[in-house]
């Protein structure tokens, strides 16, 4: 088990040690396990934990376009894919057996490699203090990746659901260690305890004048826990950790003074259709990493380079004045992967393929006006908004969004969320909106579109109505069928 270990350990080192590692160990075969150094090298392969690759927070809610005008219009592979038509009408009858899914192993990756870290910890040479930043590090790692993989596989977390299929828990490095799923109970359990041990630590975002998001760190700490305990209903300490993240840090993006256009072009039936791109556009691996609103670099990953926004997500911005709008949706973007189709828009925020989905301070701002709004403080709320919004809106029009009552607050506050980040909060978001103690945020979805069979969409036939409602199974998403094989059958698929 120890070879096998040291060799995955000499294989991840090998790989991808980009300027970030302060230290690299020998590539040698015969590379000992002995210490700091080569943990810390671990958890700073960037390559192997910056990327969420979830499709459901992409294809699974009105965020995203499913319609006979896109798929009858665009000729490439993109949209007409079988598992993007299937996921975005949320089957679970052939989605377990596409293949493609990658998040649940790439999030039990992350679990492994946190796990390794803490197995050897305690026999290498080491400071105290390096030891506890490292431990603290490794269990955010783990906290985030079980609550991305509970909030996609599982079923939303209420009294009702405690004892219902939570996530298989590994705390060792062992490949006997059982594959079994624990309960939900258990599961959110283990997610927490992890937590506390990440806010155990001291390090900061900076080290040595550098800002180092992509590491660990007591505000990433804080920043998660706000979201976490956001996600459970527990807005004191939502506001409470949000707060704290933000008098760590709070340096937000601003529209109005960071961000122009860069152009490009396509030609399109003998004509030259100009494209113009946000200026992250260009970002590098090292500058999306580095990007500013960062507590910790993480970013959604979607393979197929399109972020199609749906008709309902566009009508949420106002067009004129909301530059959101203006920089992040890529007019004809669609020309840029098949110009023979129709133009259609794209999102796009850092580069082609990424969109921040790692906790921010914009994030921070909207944690903490949303807490302070279910609790009470809905005026105030208005103004911690206003924070955001003031970074995000044409300051030559701006104004003020205005509320009459604790109701319309929360409203505002959520129509925000989904409008700074969409694709990445709005299904986690739906899930505690359907789970909370409220019933006016309560979230079904529907969709028009063809039947289809597991390889063919028959768009010969009469469009049906797909639905997901408020306490349907199918808010936990199917677990891959290959991990359920190589299981042996110990993962239990979720029942339907």
């Known amino acids: 088990m120890k070879r096998y270990i ?109 796990n390794m870290v803490l197995y050897y910890l305690d026999n290498v040479s080491g400071s105290d203090k390096e030891k506890a930043e490292l431990r603290a590090e490794a269990n955010l790692i783990k906290a985030y990746s079980y609550w991305l993989l509970a909030n996609t596989f599982c079923l939303p977390y209420n009294d009702s659901n405690k004892n219902e299929l939570g996530l298989t828990l590994k705390s060792s490095v062992s490949f006997e260690e059982s594959t079994s799923r624990s309960s939900l109970q258990e599961t959110y359990e283990e997610m927490e305890s992890c937590l506390n041990e990440a806010l155990k630590a001291e390090n900061t975002m900076t080290e040595g004048g550098k800002f180092r998001p992509w590491r660990g760190s007591i505000s990433a700490a804080r920043a998660f826990a706000a979201r976490y305990y956001l996600s459970i209903g527990d807005y004191s300490k939502a506001l409470n950790y949000a707060n ?169 506050i959520i129509k925000e969320r989904r409008i700074e980040r969409p694709f990445v909060f709005t299904w986690y978001d739906y899930r505690r909106y359907n789970n909370n103690e409220v019933a006016y945020d309560d979230v079904n979805l529907s969709r028009i579109f063809y039947p289809y069979n597991s390889s063919t969409v028959l768009n010969g036939e009469e469009q049906i109505e797909y639905k997901l409602e408020k306490g349907d199974r199918r808010w936990a998403r199917p677990i891959p069928n290959t991990e359920i094989e190589s299981s042996n059958g110990v993962i239990l698929q979720n029942t339907y």
């Open 6 to 114: 040291i060799i995955l350990i000499i294989s991840v080192l090998a790989f991808g040690c980009e300027s970030y590692l302060d230290e690299v160990p020998s590539k040698s075969s015969n590379l000992p396990l002995e210490t700091i150094e080569q943990l810390d090298a671990l958890l700073g392969n960037y390559s192997y934990f910056y990327q969420e690759r979830s499709r459901t927070a992409v294809l699974c809610t009105e965020d995203w376009e499913t319609s006979d005008e896109l798929y009858n219009g665009f000729h490439g592979s993109t949209f007409n894919s079988m598992e993007i038509i299937q996921n975005s009408t949320w089957d679970v009858e052939y989605t377990p057996y596409d293949g493609k899914s990658t998040l649940w192993g790439g999030e039990y990756n992350k679990i492994f490699y946190a």
């Open 244 to 412: 704290a993240a933000l008098n760590d840090y709070s340096e937000l993006f601003d529209y109005n003074t960071e961000m122009e256009y860069f152009e490009s072009s396509v030609v399109v039936d003998d004509q030259r259709v100009t494209i113009n791109y946000p200026e992250t556009y260009r970002y590098t691996t090292a500058d999306i990493l580095s990007y500013k609103e960062f507590y910790y670099s993480r970013v959604s990953y979607f393979p197929y380079a399109w972020y199609a926004p749906s008709q309902e997500l566009m009508s949420l911005y106002n067009q004129e004045s909301d530059l959101r709008y203006k920089y992040n949706f890529v007019e004809d973007y669609s020309y840029t992967l098949d110009n023979t189709g129709i133009g259609y828009p794209g999102v796009m925020y850092l580069s082609t393929y990424n969109i921040p989905s790692g906790p921010t301070t914009s994030e921070m701002i909207l944690v903490k006006a949303e807490a302070q709004a279910r609790t009470g403080d809905w005026q105030e709320a208005m103004n911690t908004l206003e924070q955001l919004r003031v970074k995000r809106i044409d300051a030559n029009v701006y104004a003020s969004l205005v509320a009459n009552s604790q109701v319309e607050a929360v409203k505002l």
